[in-house]
């Protein structure tokens, strides 16, 4: 079972890579850095795909903040405030302020999410690839982490 999985992931992302590299190199500079930001044919009136992509992307910024919310400021109550079970209301109020104030003022200082994309691409593009399987590897180790 194991090789059949590697083998359907093996070939999804060969075909996935060679299709993306010749799109790329056969436009090259007319790729917009973020891809459901390139403009449409003059043949086509309206990209259907591309324009739910964007809806998708919109979606995922607006639902973003008031997911992210709670675990924000679960997280500093804990780590900075070492508050136990529930907060007071004024903290819980300030730091839901203070959370959606630094959203607000990132979002007016960077206005191009393609550099805030690309930030978050290469923070956790480096997290996904150096820190998880290290800390995979001495969570599924029969050792001890002391040990390693």
């Known amino acids: 079972m194991d090789k059949v999985i590697f083998r359907t992931i093996a070939t999804m992302c060969t075909l996935f890579s060679v299709i993306s590299l010749f799109g790329y190199l056969s436009l090259l500079s007319d790729v917009p850095a973020l891809i459901v930001m390139r403009k449409t044919a003059d ?8 324009v739910f992509g964007r809806f998708l992307i919109c ?3 607006v ?4 997911l992210n919310l709670h675990p924000c ?27 959606i104030a630094v959203t607000m003022t990132t ?16 923070f956790c593009g480096t997290i996904m690839a150096i820190i998880i399987p290290a800390l ?9 982490a002391s040990s390693i």
């Open 136 to 144: 995979l590897h001495v969570k599924l180790s029969e050792k001890p």
């Open 107 to 122: 979002a007016i200082v960077f206005p191009n999410i393609v550099f805030v994309f690309s930030f978050l691409g290469g």
């Open 43 to 50: 043949t086509i009136s309206n990209d259907g795909a591309m």
């Open 63 to 66: 639902i973003g903040v008031p």
């Open 73 to 99: 400021r679960s997280s500093i109550e804990k780590l900075c405030f070492r508050v136990q079970g529930t907060s007071p209301m004024w903290m819980h109020v300030l730091i839901t302020l203070l959370f």
């Open 59 to 61: 979606l995922t910024l």
